[in-house]
């Protein structure tokens, strides 16, 4: 993404409060973009939003709230209805440890999809909405490499992290003709507190990145094509378990599925993969 900018002067980053998410956010804080940070920790976002606003004398505006609350969307909204949100990134939903399915409470799965399932189709939903309306716009989708398979111990995470990418690919085929920009971010091992507190062996778990440069490939690859996989090592675990062109595969499925229920298709041009 050559402008930041383009999209609008504000964005919002769920899960904002450190790792990938305030990379993100300092990186578009930087290129004079106004925030909105989404996560619980109160006072850690509004320790952020200061650092933010004296570095780069932008607008910042923080939303304390769980993202899989009922009124999560309720609270988002009070502090975006009366400005443009041209870019969105939902960046929340990292696992958090392993155990056997049938171990653990139902509950702690349920969370999961609604962490990362229910969220992202909110948030994408509603500021979907207004950005088709305005013809501009950008949705990122974080997910990882989990979800090319089911594994023991993590399944119901692989399985929504399977959701948002498929997810991300179905919005940008459907909202890019109509000036939307929306993309899957994968990535791999990454160095953020969430993902070290999961398991000591992360600590020194072979090319794991840094994320500020998962932030950069992400925003660099957007409005290039459907999914973006951070890192030339994690790239070639994608290319050996996914069909080899993201882009022919989501065009294909979208004129087959136009064509039973005789809906209106438009083929879309787009890059495979970031830095392929």
């Known amino acids: 993404m050559d402008d930041p900018g383009r ?28 925030l909105v940070l ?53 960046n929340a939903g990292a696992t958090h440890g ?25 948030l994408a939903h509603h500021f ?7 013809g501009r716009g950008g949705i990122v989708l974080l997910s990882s490499l989990s979800s090319l398979s089911g594994a ?9 992290k399977c959701f948002d990418r498929v997810l991300a690919e179905g919005l940008w085929h459907e909202l890019k003709p109509r000036g939307v920009d929306a993309m899957c971010l994968m990535v791999g091992a990454t160095r953020t507190p969430s993902m070290l507190a999961s398991a ?35 790239r070639e675990v994608v290319r050996a378990l996914l069909p080899p062109s993201r882009v022919a595969a989501i065009n294909a499925l979208s004129e087959a599925t136009a064509s039973i229920y005789g809906m209106p298709v438009v083929p879309v041009a787009g890059e495979d993969f970031c830095g392929s």
């Open 98 to 122: 392993a155990s056997r399915f049938v171990e653990q409470p139902v509950g702690r799965a349920i969370g999961l999809i609604d962490l990362n399932c229910r969220g992202p189709v909110l």
């Open 128 to 134: 979907g909405e207004l950005m088709v309306r305005r």
């Open 200 to 234: 000591a062996g992360f600590a020194d778990y072979p090319n794991i990145m840094e994320p500020d440069d998962v932030a950069a490939e992400g925003l660099a690859f957007l409005g290039r094509g459907p999914l973006c996989v951070a890192g030339p090592h994690n």
């Open 7 to 34: 999209y609008g002067p504000w964005a919002l980053i769920a899960g904002a409060s450190d790792g990938t998410g305030e990379a993100f956010a300092r990186r578009l804080a930087a290129a004079g973009i106004s």
């Open 152 to 160: 023991s111990y993590t399944s119901v995470y692989n399985a929504t």
């Open 38 to 90: 989404v996560a619980r920790r109160a006072g850690v976002l509004a320790s952020l939003a200061a650092d933010l606003r004296e570095r780069h004398r932008v607008e910042v505006r923080c939303v304390a709230t769980d993202l899989t609350a009922p009124d999560m969307l309720e609270a988002i909204r009070r502090e975006t209805d009366d400005i443009a949100v041209g870019l969105v990134v939902y």
